[in-house]
């Protein structure tokens, strides 16, 4: 990253690229080029940037939130019937508390939904996460609605990548090699109780693990924090209709470190519930993930400064997932 982020992330109207999306040439688009370079100073500068032109419906966007809302409403009992345990494979309902960040406590709860696989498939490292998503049966028609934008999601990460594989200098499919022939997916479904004191942690400073993060956020609350390189955290305040998007690991080690993951946070200052759907676009659950040849060719000087070791995403993010949910037990 080289700057500071001013005042509000950048925001981009990608609708370019979607129309160009399946064009072998989409380069020589001067709306297209246009969309690159600013993909190209937002993954630089911040790692941040909301998106907007990507063609999904500002209802449909919103009528995820209202439903979600709905969910987090229900008895604790009743939201319980989906209840998160190993046996599950870490999917189902997540109660207040149970989350660690850093060790610590965060106070939100939730819904964690993975890409399902075949028995076996993944070896040792996937039985771990093997099984079915867990829905509620209330609100009813929730499962239909967030598998439709699931498939929406995957659809508006592969442009944006593609666009991003452009910034980096390649061709636009560099990110669907042979690290992304079947790529995984995780969504969570995040509710943020209200507070009546201030700077509560609803979830501790991170950084994403995966390639790319679209963050479906409530118009009316202010709660995720960026931090700048002044070590300042940056509010990013809802745009109706936007996505916030982020890198993740994955992707600083797929460009050799061009692209750095970003630092945030989530801290409560509301007395009204909060709801975030977050979704994670990834590499194949098996990739042994290392920077691109064609990126290390581009940029020779950045792997001098810090050297990336392969790293087998699936083996990462279920030690990432046994590390948040140290806490939970069988009869939790």
Not at 158 to 187: C, H, Q, V
Request: aromatic share 10%; with cysteine.
């Amino acid at each position: 990253m080289a700057t500071n982020f001013k005042s509000l992330l950048p925001v981009i109207d990608i609708s370019p690229l979607v129309v160009k999306c399946d064009d072998a040439n989409m380069a020589e688009d001067a709306g297209v080029a246009e969309v690159v370079g600013k993909l190209d100073r937002a993954c630089r500068d911040a790692g941040f940037f909301y998106v907007i032109g990507h063609g999904i419906s500002e209802d449909f966007i919103r009528k995820v939130r209202v439903m979600s809302h709905q969910f987090f409403e229900l008895p604790y009992e009743e939201k319980l019937k989906i209840k998160i345990t190993p046996a599950a494979g870490y999917r189902g309902y997540q109660r207040i508390g149970l989350n660690l960040t850093n060790g610590k406590q965060d106070m939100h709860e939730a819904i964690h939904c993975y890409k399902e696989f075949k028995q076996g498939k993944h070896g040792d490292i996937g039985k771990v996460m093997e099984g079915a998503n867990q829905w509620p049966e209330n609100p009813q028609e929730y499962k239909e609605l967030m598998e439709e934008y699931i498939k929406l999601c995957i659809d508006l990460s592969r442009n944006i990548l593609r666009g991003i594989s452009l910034a980096l200098g390649g061709s636009p499919y560099e990110f669907e090699g042979k690290m992304l022939t079947d790529p995984f997916w995780i969504m969570r479904i995040l509710g943020y109780p209200g507070v009546n004191q201030e700077n509560v942690i609803g979830c501790g400073a991170h950084t994403d693990y995966g390639l790319l993060s679209l963050i479906n956020q409530d118009d009316d609350k202010t709660a995720l924090q960026v931090r700048d390189l002044a070590g300042d955290w940056i509010p990013v305040i809802p745009i109706p209709g936007s996505f916030v998007c982020n890198i993740g690991d994955m992707l600083k080690i797929l460009s050799n470190g061009v692209y750095e993951s970003t630092l945030h946070r989530v801290i409560n200052n509301s007395p009204r519930y909060r709801v975030c759907v977050g979704f994670f676009y990834e590499t194949n659950f098996d990739a042994a993930v290392e920077p691109l040849d064609i990126f290390k060719e581009k940029y020779p000087g950045k792997g001098t400064s810090q050297v990336f070791k392969r790293v087998v995403y699936g083996e990462h993010l279920v030690h990432k997932l046994q590390t948040t949910f140290q806490n939970l037990v069988e009869h939790s």
